[in-house]
């Protein structure tokens, strides 16, 4: 979806009282939905097989400190799907993990 239609589409589903869920595929995704308004944020990568993940970098995944912040100060749900990403040599050292 082009990321300038959410934004209105979010401000019309809260008009009417309801919350807005979407589904992502990278961080750049997740900082616009933030930007947007949205509740609920799910699935990154939304590829249900993985299948096309390890074509991209890592840091396409990457969330920033300061989205997580805005996640966290905004209430906005997250609902993480990585796996597909964890056949990547670079993810299967440990992690940070961060709340948002």
Do not use: C, W
Not at 10 to 21: C, D, F, I, N, Q
């Amino acid at each position: 979806m082009d990321p300038t239609l959410l934004p209105a589409i979010v401000k019309k589903a809260h008009y009417a009282g309801l919350r807005v869920s979407t589904h992502i595929e990278n961080a750049g995704d997740f900082h616009n939905a933030l930007i947007a308004g949205v509740d609920e944020i799910n699935h990154m990568p939304a590829s249900a097989d993985g299948s096309e993940i390890e074509q991209h970098p890592v840091d396409e995944f990457e969330i920033s400190d300061a989205d997580a912040s805005a996640g966290r100060a905004h209430g906005t749900y997250v609902v993480t799907t990585l796996s597909g990403a964890m056949q990547q040599e670079d993810l299967r050292a440990p992690s940070t993990n961060r709340t948002v």
